[in-house]
């Protein structure tokens, strides 16, 4: 199947949700949690986002994981990663609780559609002190795709992870996995790079971006997706696509994401700054934006 067809056979099955002005979305992307050992880039940035999940809970946001949160090719254990980042999965779980989580797969945690999984590590968690279960994200589900539709301007944002446009994530993700797992977690502590990756390869990242922006051009839609790690942030006045991309949490430069607030898309970088008295703090920091949803429709 070629990719738009995949394309429109992600958005045919995704689930529709309607918001107005009052309703807030943050979307991070390619977090990549690992067990905060060697390989673990997530681990430098996990007070970043564990703050920014604790500011996102208290203004009310329901966040959406857009792929490749858990870094499960690296690690075969969901629990390991569960246990090296306990209180971010805490205030995950509580917005959980309060029906504002959503998660969308990527290729690195793909496992996560079959329900079984989901139900063995997801839904619960065994605590081996206590010798007992306990409730994690009881009942949650991992699409493929969202829609969520702006009611007063008719604006519709797809959401997908975006590794469909890479057939070697999609359909071969099982071998990638096992390379990964088996090689390059090895390699990449020697100083190699992944090659299934297309975060580290910038050819690969244009041609994955292309297809998905000729897609999104053709059948006249606003995509947001991750997995090629690299932010974007188009503007109607400048760009014949409505495509943006929420970028990384494993750079050094902090963690990237989108947010929807007051009707309109933001670009926001989570990163420590200093004061002029030398103090360290955390900043949210406006990248782009905000553009106004009511603006999509000039795209095409
Ligand atoms: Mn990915």
């Known amino acids: 199947m070629s990719?738009?067809?995949?394309?429109?056979?992600?958005?045919?099955?995704?689930?529709?949700?309607?918001?107005?002005?009052?309703?807030?979305?943050?979307?991070?992307?390619?977090?990549?949690?690992?067990?905060?050992?060697?390989?673990?880039?997530?681990?430098?940035?996990?007070?970043?986002?564990?703050?920014?999940l604790k500011y996102y809970l208290k203004h009310r946001f329901h966040y959406i994981e857009l792929g490749d949160g858990d870094e499960l090719w690296e690690n075969k254990r969901f629990w390991d990663i569960y246990k090296a980042h306990e209180t971010i999965f805490?205030?995950?779980?509580?917005?959980?609780?309060?029906?504002?989580?959503?998660?969308?797969?990527?290729?690195?945690?793909?496992?996560?559609k079959d329900e079984r999984i989901r139900r063995r590590f997801l839904h619960r968690f065994?605590?081996?002190?206590?010798?007992?279960?306990?409730?994690?994200?009881?009942?949650?589900?991992?699409?493929?795709?969202?829609?969520?539709?702006?009611?007063?301007?008719?604006?519709?944002?797809?959401?997908?992870?975006?590794?469909?446009?890479?057939?070697?994530?999609?359909?071969?993700?099982k071998?990638?996995?096992?390379?990964?797992?088996?090689?390059?977690?090895?390699?990449?502590?020697?100083?190699f790079h992944n090659p299934s990756s297309p975060a580290q390869e910038y050819k690969k990242r244009r041609i994955i971006e292309r297809k998905i922006t000729r897609w999104a051009e053709t059948r006249q839609k606003a995509i947001i997706m991750g997995h090629t790690h690299r932010t974007r942030f188009s503007s109607p006045e400048h760009d014949k696509t409505a495509y943006f991309n929420t970028g990384n949490g494993v750079h050094r430069a902090g963690i990237t994401g989108i947010e929807i607030e007051k009707g309109a898309l933001s670009l926001v970088l989570w990163r420590v700054s200093t004061r002029d008295d030398g103090g360290l703090y955390t900043e949210r920091r406006l990248v782009r934006g905000p553009l106004l949803l009511e603006k999509i429709k000039d795209f095409y």
């Open 90 to 112: 805490e205030i995950m779980r509580k917005m959980h609780g309060k029906g504002r989580f959503s998660l969308i797969f990527g290729n690195h945690d793909m496992e996560r």
């Open 175 to 191: 071998v990638g996995r096992f390379f990964v797992r088996y090689f390059w977690v090895h390699l990449q502590t020697m100083g």
């Open 3 to 52: 990719i738009a067809g995949r394309l429109d056979q992600v958005y045919q099955k995704a689930p529709l949700i309607t918001f107005n002005d009052r309703d807030k979305f943050v979307l991070f992307s390619d977090l990549h949690r690992g067990r905060d050992n060697k390989n673990d880039d997530f681990s430098q940035n996990r007070h970043l986002f564990e703050y920014a």
């Open 126 to 173: 065994y605590d081996s002190y206590n010798e007992r279960y306990i409730p994690l994200f009881e009942g949650l589900i991992a699409h493929e795709g969202l829609r969520l539709e702006y009611k007063k301007g008719g604006a519709e944002l797809f959401l997908v992870h975006g590794h469909q446009g890479d057939w070697l994530n999609d359909r071969l993700w």
